[in-house]
């Protein structure tokens, strides 16, 4: 841990602590992956961001209403997320009435101490109370995830605004602790009750069907492929953060098995990088894991905003020491340090998932290669990175996928309403402004991510999200 402070050393090590303690009680358990979790990265001096406007997700609440006639903000959906925890009582998750967005909390350990459990079964995975902080001790990842997907918007007490791509949302979490327990068996019970997360008595307007499952971290898992293509098959769709091992192009660096998985409705997401502006023609993160140029099936399927994301966090969560830079205080004059910066497809992933929130909020039927199909066709294309060129009937490119994610016009081709001042709106977006020209179609050479599954420990990811930044040599790999 050279070069680091002695307060983010010793975050790292209690973090890597609490991940070593639960693995040694758990013991040794057969087939391990040795895919690492994509964690986040520092947020290296850049103003922080939402993100939320650059995709113009800010414009749509807005602007637009669902089928529902309510704002367009992600109601009626439930966001599964698969990380490390949530703390439910963070003021980002707070309801007027004193609950939580969070619908049902969840923890995969058990599913590694009944070692008898196979890996599609998700009885194993069992109910935690709604109440009790389930990111403590394990990092704070998830807490930072979720605020991307669900956070409430306001402004803190310094004047930063934040907020989640959908703030009506809610969220199912199950936690599967710093070093990824039984995330199989976590995505077993999302496709045994996604319909009904909380059970056929609750109604939906408590706890509403699952439409987007969200994963910031690495697979290399054929019975988690299997998982998710039954999951669109359901008309859910799984968003997975393709990964921060940046790269030229000369070989893929991409999430291993989603990458690799054609499915409609499954999805990698790129790190785009708005410059805490909001633009639109940002850049994509240095970092943000490339795919093959020769290999169009490992490329991302497209970009979201992921560089110096501002989300929810604790001055005691691990994560927040060893890769925030800034703590912001707020909302309440009580609330120190509850806020925090950090960069990478960790938070890419969540804000997609958001997005796709409030595109079921806009068609409550559409089905998850409805949507995937949406967000491609109305995809931004900013001009930084590789060209784009055809695949299918899309343009796309090794870096940054079919381009930016336009909450907006994904909606309005959805079916949204628009509604109050919509003169900001009132031209049709320009989807193919900024594109360059278009080649002809590549072939695709990729050969299927082979199998694997497991776990490691988390100074691996903590220690390799803290290098300096810099662009990897031809032909290197990553995630080792």
């Given at each position: 841990?050279?070069?680091?402070?002695?307060?983010?050393?010793?975050?790292?090590?209690?973090?890597?602590?609490?991940?070593?303690?639960?693995?040694?009680?758990?013991?040794?358990?057969?087939?391990?992956?040795?895919?690492?979790?994509?964690?986040?990265?520092?947020?290296?001096?850049?103003?922080?961001?939402?993100?939320?406007?650059?995709?113009?997700?800010?414009?749509?609440?807005?602007?637009?209403?669902?089928?529902?006639?309510?704002?367009?903000?992600?109601r009626g959906t439930s966001i599964a997320i698969i990380d490390t925890g949530v703390d439910p009582t963070h003021p980002?998750?707070?309801?007027?009435?004193?609950?939580?967005?969070?619908?049902?909390?969840?923890?995969?350990?058990?599913?590694?101490?009944?070692?008898?459990?196979?890996?599609?079964?998700?009885?194993?995975?069992?109910?935690?109370?709604?109440?009790?902080?389930?990111?403590?001790?394990?990092?704070?990842?998830?807490?930072?995830?979720?605020?991307?997907?669900?956070?409430?918007?306001?402004?803190?007490?310094?004047?930063?605004?934040?907020?989640?791509?959908?703030?009506?949302?809610?969220?199912?979490?199950?936690?599967?602790?710093?070093?990824?327990?039984?995330?199989?068996?976590?995505?077993?019970?999302?496709?045994?009750?996604?319909?009904?997360?909380?059970?056929?008595?609750?109604?939906?307007?408590?706890?509403?069907?699952?439409?987007?499952?969200?994963?910031?971290?690495?697979?290399?898992?054929?019975?988690?492929?299997?998982?998710?293509?039954?999951?669109?098959?359901?008309?859910?769709?799984?968003?997975?953060?393709?990964?921060?091992?940046?790269?030229?192009?000369?070989?893929?660096?991409?999430?291993?098995?989603?990458?690799?998985?054609?499915?409609?409705?499954?999805?990698?997401?790129?790190?785009?990088?708005?410059?805490?502006?909001?633009?639109?023609?940002?850049?994509?993160?240095?970092?943000?894991?490339?795919?093959?140029?020769?290999?169009?099936?490992?490329?991302?399927?497209?970009?979201?905003?992921?560089?110096?994301?501002?989300?929810?966090?604790?001055?005691?969560?691990?994560?927040?020491?060893?890769?925030?830079?800034?703590?912001?205080?707020?909302?309440?004059?009580?609330?120190?340090?509850?806020?925090?910066?950090?960069?990478?497809?960790?938070?890419?992933?969540?804000?997609?998932?958001?997005?796709?929130?409030?595109?079921?909020?806009?068609?409550?039927?559409?089905?998850?290669?409805?949507?995937?199909?949406?967000l491609k066709a109305t995809a931004y294309k900013f001009r930084d990175g590789a060209p784009y060129q055809r695949l299918?009937?899309?343009?796309?490119?090794?870096?940054?996928?079919?381009?930016?994610?336009?909450?907006?016009?994904?909606?309005?081709?959805?079916?949204?309403?628009?509604?109050?001042?919509?003169?900001?709106?009132?031209?049709?977006?320009?989807?193919?402004?900024?594109?360059?020209?278009?080649?002809?179609?590549?072939?695709?050479?990729?050969?299927?991510?082979?199998?694997?599954?497991?776990?490691?420990?988390l100074l691996v990811a903590i220690l390799a999200t803290l290098r300096t930044r810099r662009r990897r040599t031809p032909?290197?790999?990553?995630?080792?």
């Amino acid at each position: 841990m050279k070069g680091l402070g002695a307060g983010r050393r010793a975050a790292v090590a209690g973090l890597v602590g609490s991940a070593l303690a639960v693995c040694a009680a758990l013991g040794p358990r057969p087939a391990l992956a040795q895919t690492p979790p994509v964690i986040g990265l520092p947020n290296y001096g850049g103003p922080s961001t939402t993100g939320t406007a650059a995709v113009r997700a800010d414009l749509a609440h807005q602007q637009l209403r669902g089928t529902d006639g309510e704002p367009l903000d992600g109601r009626g959906t439930s966001i599964a997320i698969i990380d490390t925890g949530v703390d439910p009582t963070h003021p980002a998750f707070s309801l007027p009435d004193g609950s939580s967005k969070l619908a049902r909390s969840l923890s995969a350990l058990p599913c590694l101490v009944q070692q008898q459990t196979a890996p599609s079964d998700g009885s194993c995975v069992t109910d935690l109370p709604l109440t009790v902080d389930s990111d403590t001790g394990h990092g704070g990842h998830g807490t930072m995830v979720s605020g991307v997907a669900v956070g409430n918007s306001y402004t803190l007490t310094d004047g930063t605004p934040v907020g989640g791509f959908a703030p009506g949302a809610r969220v199912v979490m199950i936690s599967a602790t710093a070093a990824l327990q039984g995330i199989d068996n976590a995505f077993a019970w999302v496709l045994a009750h996604h319909a009904a997360p909380c059970g056929d008595g609750v109604p939906a307007s408590t706890c509403p069907p699952i439409r987007v499952l969200s994963c910031s971290w690495g697979a290399n898992d054929l019975v988690i492929t299997a998982l998710e293509d039954k999951l669109a098959a359901e008309g859910v769709l799984t968003v997975w953060a393709n990964g921060n091992q940046g790269g030229d192009g000369t070989t893929s660096n991409s999430n291993p098995s989603p990458s690799a998985d054609p499915t409609p409705g499954v999805m990698t997401v790129a790190s785009y990088d708005d410059q805490g502006t909001g633009t639109r023609d940002g850049k994509v993160s240095t970092t943000s894991s490339r795919g093959a140029a020769s290999q169009p099936s490992t490329w991302p399927d497209i970009s979201a905003p992921g560089d110096n994301m501002i989300s929810a966090c604790r001055p005691y969560l691990a994560i927040c020491m060893a890769i925030g830079t800034g703590p912001h205080n707020g909302p309440a004059a009580t609330d120190v340090g509850t806020y925090n910066t950090a960069s990478g497809t960790s938070f890419s992933a969540p804000a997609l998932a958001g997005v796709i929130a409030m595109l079921f909020q806009a068609d409550p039927h559409a089905s998850a290669a409805k949507i995937d199909d949406t967000l491609k066709a109305t995809a931004y294309k900013f001009r930084d990175g590789a060209p784009y060129q055809r695949l299918g009937g899309y343009t796309s490119s090794f870096d940054k996928g079919a381009g930016l994610v336009d909450a907006y016009a994904a909606a309005l081709r959805l079916g949204a309403s628009r509604h109050g001042d919509v003169a900001a709106a009132a031209a049709p977006p320009q989807y193919g402004a900024t594109q360059p020209a278009v080649v002809a179609s590549l072939p695709n050479t990729a050969s299927p991510a082979p199998a694997g599954r497991g776990m490691v420990a988390l100074l691996v990811a903590i220690l390799a999200t803290l290098r300096t930044r810099r662009r990897r040599t031809p032909g290197s790999r990553s995630w080792r």
